[in-house]
C-alpha cells in the first residue's frame, strides 16, 4: 500500500485505523501512567492515616498498572490483526480479478 492523502479521507480504499491505531496505544499509555501516578499519590495521602492501608494501595496500584498496560496491549494487538486480515483479503480479492469468481453448482 503507498501513502495516505488527504483524498483518501473521502474513500473507503485505504483504512485510517492502522496509523491512528498507533497514536492511540500510546494516548493509552499516557493514561494508565496518570492512573498510576494519581493512585500512587493517593496511597502516599492514605499511608498517613493507615500505613497497612496505603502500602495494599501501593502494590494494587502497581499491579493494576502492569495488568492494564498488558490488557491495552491485547486489545491493540487484536485490532492491528482484524486491520491486516482486512488487507489481506483485500489482497486476495485483487489476485482474483482476473480469476472466475463464480460459486461451484450445488
Known sequence: MGGFSFGDLFQFEKMVAPA???V???IGLI???LYLLFALGLAVTTMGYSPLTG???IVGSVIGACFGVLMWR???EVYMVLFGIHQRLG???DALKGGTTDTPAE
Open 31 to 33: 493514561g494508565i501512567a
Open 91 to 93: 489482497e486476495v480479492r
Open 74 to 76: 491485547i486489545i491493540i
Open 20 to 22: 491512528v491505531l498507533k
Open 24 to 26: 492511540v496505544y500510546w
Open 55 to 57: 502500602l495494599g494501595m
